[in-house]
């Protein structure tokens, strides 16, 4: 039953929250793919179809396909406590291009275990993105 309801608690939140895109896209004087209620709007949308599709592939499970209990993996603990030192090391000033290079490569690599150099290659070229869509196109500065 939870797997169910978390997905239907996901696909309010999602609707939700493009329901306030959409409105603030409305508020805009010229609406357009470069204006600030763009990106909400696209996430917005993405979050609830998403969410959606989700909650349908869980409604149609049967029951007895969950398990009664879920005990989270070694992998989920250490991720969370990746997440915690990269949200700490962003808070204390350490500079985002560094800390989510080495995020993203650290975790790659602890997840996989293998591939080392393809997850340095998938590292370089999100960063790349990351640096083009925000710090080009947008003018997103990261300190």
């Known amino acids: 039953m939870g797997e ?39 996430a917005g949308a993405v979050w609830t179809i998403f969410a959606f599709l989700g909650a349908v592939k869980s409604i ?4 007895s396909a969950e398990k009664a209990e879920h005990a989270p993996s070694k992998e989920v603990f250490v991720m969370f406590a990746f997440v915690v030192i990269y949200c700490a090391l962003l ?9 989510t290079t080495l995020f993203l490569y650290g975790s790659m690599c602890y997840l996989s275990r293998k591939g ?10 999100f960063m790349l993105l990351t640096y083009f869509i925000f710090d080009v196109m947008f003018g997103v500065v990261f300190t």
């Open 60 to 63: 149609k499970k049967p029951a």
């Open 91 to 99: 808070f204390f000033g350490v500079y985002f291009y560094l800390v």
């Open 116 to 125: 080392f150099l393809k997850n340095m290659l998938w590292t370089g070229i």
């Open 4 to 42: 169910k309801a978390f997905t239907i608690i996901l696909f309010l939140a999602g609707a939700f929250f493009f329901s306030q895109a959409a409105e603030l896209w409305g508020r805009m004087p010229q609406p357009r793919i470069s204006s600030a209620a763009a990106l909400p709007l696209f």
